[in-house]
Structure formats: structure tokens, C-alpha cells
T-cell receptor, first 114, second 113 residues
Framework: AQKVTQAQTEISVVEKEDVTLDCVYE???????LFWYKQPPSGELVFLIRRNSFDEQNEISGRYSWNFQKSTSSFNFTITASQVVDSAVYFC???????????FGQGTELSVKP | KAGVTQTPRYLIKTRGQQVTLSCSPISGHRSVSWYQQTPGQGLQFLFE???????NKGNFPGRFSGRQFSNSRSEMNVSTLELGDSALYLC????????????FGPGTRLTVL
């Protein structure tokens, strides 16, 4: 069975701090896809990044970076120099190679205080 | 391109009623998926439609149904509403292949009284 675990329910930081959101997944599939989405108070899920199981390269996009490690089944997300606008709930999700069903973690609520 | 749109954005119904939610995907996207989000259960997959056919279904009772039209627009229907159906219902669209990323709409917040 597929499963995504985001152990951190809530994180609170002060602006300009770095913060890492953890994501651990379980799957028996050899080909799969991992995602991070951001959900601001408005409710819409905003796509941030997608990673394929056969591509373990880490990625940096501005203040965001992602660390994908198959050996530990983890796909962690780091925000550098956090800003108040980063406050939101962040979801990690897993999908196999068939269809569009996403398995979501429970989400991590990030609060960035000025 | 315009994003995924969902109507209505907010809905209040009473127990026993039925409700229909609508989703218009991004232009060119042929697959639409529906998710239910509640504080207790989180985000759960309801079903997926591709080319007017249901391709995958989550673990929800038969009161939850959907369909997709030839223009890829999709509707979701919940009959005999229960209090526990109160949730944010999110629709997502993707181009169609299994590797495509899903893009979400703003959701419909359903409250059942």
C-alpha cells in the first residue's frame, strides 16, 4: 500500500529563518512520482514541484529547495530565509505510474511570524 | 491559460438533500480528478475521469458519483447528504498521460446542516 507521512503537524518560525518540512513515503512501485503542494488560506492547492522516482537530483528554485533520497524514502522541502507570505499548509503527495490518484500526507502548517 | 474553475465556491445544504458541484478543467486537459478535504481525514481521492470514462475510484460510498462531458467539464454529485459530507471539495485537472502534473481549482466548500 502507498502511504505518505508528514510527521510535523505545525511549525512556527520567525521571518528569515530557514525551515525544513519532512516527508516520508511508502510504496512498492519502482516508478512513482512525488509532489509538493502549498495550500494558502484561500484553499486552492498550488503546485510547487514534481519529482520522478528515477531522478534523485536535488532541486533549487529561488528560496525553495528539495532533497529527494530514495534510500530513506524521503522527499524533504526547505525554505530558505522564510517570509510571512510562506505561511500556509504544505502537502507532500505520491502517485504511481497509473492514473492520476494522489496519496497525500496530512500536511504541515507553517506559520512565519514577522 | 485560465486555471481550473469550480462552481459554486460555497454551498449550504441540509441533511438528506443532494448537491451537484461543477469543475471546468484547464483548456486542453482531458483528465479530471476530485478530492475531499476534511480536518479529520485530510485529502482523500474520490474519483478520476478521462475522456468521459471513470478511470479510478476512491473508497467512498455510492452516494458520491460523478461524470465528465465531451468538453472535459466534470460534475460531482452527492445524494442524501450527511453531516459528515461537510468538506472542501477540490477538483484537479491534467493533460491526460500518467506522468502529468495535476493542477487544482479553488474548491467548493460544502456545509451540511
Amino acid at each position: 500500500a502507498q502511504k505518505v507521512t508528514q510527521a510535523q503537524t505545525e511549525i512556527s518560525v520567525v521571518e528569515k529563518e530557514d525551515v525544513t518540512l519532512d516527508c516520508v513515503y511508502e510504496t512498492r512501485d519502482t516508478t512513482y512520482y512525488l509532489f509538493w503542494y502549498k495550500q494558502p488560506p484561500s484553499g486552492e492547492l498550488v503546485f510547487l514541484i514534481r519529482r520522478n522516482s528515477f531522478d534523485e537530483q536535488n532541486e533549487i528554485s529561488g528560496r525553495y529547495s528539495w532533497n529527494f533520497q530514495k534510500s530513506t524514502s524521503s522527499f524533504n522541502f526547505t525554505i530558505t530565509a522564510s517570509q510571512v507570505v510562506d505561511s500556509a499548509v504544505y502537502f507532500c503527495a505520491l502517485k504511481n505510474n497509473q492514473g492520476g490518484k494522489l496519496i497525500f500526507g496530512q500536511g504541515t502548517e507553517l506559520s512565519v511570524k514577522p | 491559460k485560465a486555471g481550473v474553475t469550480q462552481t459554486p465556491r460555497y454551498l449550504i445544504k441540509t441533511r438528506g438533500q443532494q448537491v451537484t458541484l461543477s469543475c471546468s478543467p484547464i483548456s486542453g486537459h482531458r483528465s479530471v480528478s476530485w478530492y475531499q478535504q476534511t480536518p479529520g481525514q485530510g485529502l482523500q481521492f474520490l474519483f478520476e475521469y478521462f475522456s468521459e470514462t471513470q478511470r479510478n475510484k476512491g473508497n467512498f460510498p455510492g452516494r458520491f458519483s460523478g461524470r465528465q462531458f465531451s468538453n472535459s467539464r466534470s460534475e460531482m454529485n452527492v445524494s442524501t447528504l450527511e453531516l459528515g459530507d461537510s468538506a472542501l471539495y477540490l477538483c484537479a485537472s491534467r493533460e491526460g498521460t500518467s506522468t502529468d502534473t495535476q493542477y487544482f481549482g479553488p474548491g467548493t466548500r460544502l456545509t451540511v446542516l
